[in-house]
């Protein structure tokens, strides 16, 4: 059964470092998502991403994060300068032209 | 802000047992889904519901849709200590070309042999 793949499961990071979470969607996929979710409370949605380009994002997608799709496969989550309060899993998510969400396993961010 | 309240939050019960778990918002939503998370786990979707009123069934688990497409609920029928799990609803928004999902807090629920 297909999945989405993410990488690495776990990273932990000093505070200020750059880290890039990866992601390999469904292969048919169009839309592709990230959310985190901090630990004992609700996912939140982070970023949506279609046709090569952002469709919307929350508050908390500021100028510290972005997305590429740097090829036909990947779909990053880069963090410029991480804080603190950057820790959480997060969840990258891809799904067809209709139905739900498919997620991944996610990555633990720990920011030391 | 739109806001999706889960209830309970927490849910305890003896295998066997029937349970509902609430989803409720202020919020019209184009359609609402159920994900189950596991710990250190992705959700996994269960179910879409789309349309005012819509009833799905999945082997032991009911999901309804309101008519107002607001809120919904999960009902489980005789419980099993397999369904034990963190339960999520999730109500998607879209606005012109883009959507996302709002997700509630989640039941916990543990089922006990």
């Known amino acids: 059964e297909p999945e989405v793949t993410q990488t690495p499961s776990h990273q932990v990071t000093q505070m200020g470092q750059e880290v890039i979470l990866r992601c390999v969607p469904i292969s048919n996929h169009l839309y592709f998502y990230w959310y985190r979710q901090i630990l004992g409370q609700k996912v939140e949605f982070l970023v949506s991403f279609y046709n090569n380009e952002i469709s919307e994002k929350s508050e908390i997608f500021d100028d510290q994060f972005s997305v590429e799709r740097p090829d036909g496969s990947n779909f990053t989550l880069k963090i410029r300068s991480t804080k603190l309060e950057d820790s959480a899993m997060y969840f990258c998510?891809?799904?067809?032209?209709?139905?739900?969400?498919?997620f991944g396993s996610g990555t633990q961010l720990s920011v030391l | 802000t739109q806001l999706l309240e889960q209830s309970p939050q927490f849910l305890s019960i003896q295998e066997g047992e029937n349970l509902t778990v609430y989803c409720n918002s202020s919020?019209?939503?184009?359609?609402l889904q159920w994900y189950r998370q596991e710990p250190g786990e992705g959700p996994v979707l269960l179910v879409t519901v789309v349309t005012g009123g819509e009833v799905k069934k999945l082997k032991r688990l009911t999901f309804q849709f309101g008519d107002a497409r607001k809120d919904s609920s999960l009902h489980i029928t005789a419980a099993q200590p397999g369904d034990t799990g963190l339960y999520l609803c999730?109500?998607?928004?879209?606005?012109?070309?883009?959507?996302?999902?709002?997700f509630g807090k989640g039941t916990k629920l543990t089922v006990n042999p």
């Open positions: 999730a109500g998607k928004i879209t606005q012109g070309g883009s959507e996302k999902l709002v």
């Open positions: 919020s019209v939503f184009s359609s």
């Open positions: 998510a891809s799904r067809g032209d209709r139905g739900g969400l498919f």
